[in-house]
């Protein structure tokens, strides 16, 4: 079955610096893209960002671009989230979130998000 | 970037109730529409994709509607497992943004 599995999450000042994993296992790795995805304790749901199937396209949303990278290991089937000069606005669960349809490259298309992690916490707090 | 609304933001209805909730895109999205259903303390689970595709083992209490701006998801009779919150999201450019999300509560 599919499983998606985040790590990495934490407590950091503002500034500082996390980096996510993904671990993912059930499926063909390299066919699909994967999505960061995060949502605040009672709030909505926030894309971050996605990164295609063959790791050779990223998209990022306006709030973390410049800040934020995606990159993924085929050798040991992990996404990861670079996250740098955290914000508090930052603070949320992460969770990773595979594309329904494989080989996808654009971030726009016809696919919805079919599996999902249950997430890893990320606090920004001084 | 495309606006997604949701309405209700929350409603209360009673097991075997009809529920809708809508979905409106500040743009044409075609069909390029998802909906989720998250329970409480649970990671969000695809509905139904492309507007009206019913995923796997999704009861078919369940359907959605809709093309270009206005949506929509049908409960046509609420159970007990249904009580949720409600997400649609577009998948039509990016950034990919979701809606606000509806509250199903227990009358």
């Known amino acids: 079955q599919v499983q998606l599995v985040e790590s990495g999450g934490g407590v950091v000042q503002p500034g500082r610096s996390l980096r996510l994993s993904c671990a993912a296992s059930?499926?063909?790795?390299?066919?699909?893209?994967l999505h960061w995805v995060r949502q605040a304790q009672g709030e909505g749901l926030q894309w971050v960002a996605c990164i295609s199937y063959d790791g050779n396209y990223e998209y990022y949303a306006d709030p973390v671009k410049g800040r934020f990278t995606a990159s993924r290991d085929s050798s040991k089937n992990t996404v990861y989230l670079q996250m740098n000069n955290l914000r508090t606005e930052d603070t949320a669960v992460y969770h990773c979130?595979?594309?329904?349809?494989?080989?996808?490259?654009?971030?726009?298309?016809?696919?919805?998000?079919?599996?999902w992690g249950r997430g890893t916490v990320v606090t920004v707090s001084s | 970037d495309i606006q997604m609304i949701q309405s209700p933001s929350s409603l209360s209805a009673s097991v075997g109730d009809r529920v809708t909730i809508t979905c409106r895109a500040s743009?044409?999205?075609?069909?390029?529409l998802n909906w989720y259903q998250q329970r409480a303390g649970r990671v969000p689970k695809l509905l139904i994709s492309?507007?009206?595709t019913l995923q796997s083992g999704v009861p078919s209490t369940f359907s959605g509607s809709g093309s270009g701006t206005d949506f929509t998801l049908t409960i046509s009779s609420l159970q007990p497992e249904d009580f949720a919150t409600y997400y649609c999201q577009q998948s039509y450019t990016t950034p990919l943004t979701f809606g606000g999300g509806t509250k199903v509560e227990i009358k």
């Open positions: 492309a507007a009206s």
């Open positions: 979130a595979r594309a329904s349809s494989p080989f996808g490259t654009a971030v726009a298309g016809i696919y919805a998000f079919d599996f």
């Open positions: 059930g499926f063909t790795f390299s066919d699909y893209a």
């Open positions: 743009q044409s999205i075609t069909g390029y």
